[in-house]
């Protein structure tokens, strides 16, 4: 999508990685996840990870946590096994709120409009870079690989 992530620069800036060594830990600790095919459960450990690293702010931290957003009858996280898309979801969760704040300028303008969309955008491009990092072959922050 449009927050894929094709150049050095931006995956730096994207995770705040500067050490071969957080490069190494990163990939190591993502090795046994898809992106595409993930549980709210084991989102939020990695979430967790990445926030008490310093690598996610707290909006972004927040959409991590909230993982599919399923609930059951009385509000609580439910099927928080089960394993879903999690770079389509957050993907459609920004754009339907881009078109919503579009359609409705004034829910824009509310107190915490934007900070929520700062994180949406954060969450994003953080899936995107650790989607790259957990199918990368090599610890480089780069994503033009040769065979």
Do not use: C
Request: hydrophobic fraction near 40%; charged fraction near 25%; avoid cysteine.
């Amino acid at each position: 999508n449009q927050f894929t992530i094709t150049e050095e620069a931006e995956a730096t800036e994207t995770l705040k990685l500067v050490q071969q060594e957080d490069i190494s830990e990163l990939k190591n600790a993502l090795k046994d996840y898809d992106m595409t095919s993930i549980s709210s459960d084991d989102l939020k450990k990695i979430g967790s990870q990445l926030y008490r690293k310093g690598l996610i702010d707290s909006r972004a931290f927040w959409l991590f946590m909230d993982g599919s957003r399923a609930v059951d009858a009385y509000g609580f996280p439910a099927d928080t096994h089960v394993k879903f898309n999690a770079i389509a979801l957050f993907n459609e969760t920004l754009e339907g709120y881009v078109d919503l704040f579009k359609s409705n300028p004034y829910v824009a303008r509310q107190e915490g409009a934007s900070d929520f969309m700062k994180g949406l955008v954060t969450a994003n491009h953080a899936l995107a870079a650790l989607s790259y990092f957990a199918t990368s072959s090599n610890n480089k922050l780069s994503v033009d690989e040769r065979v």
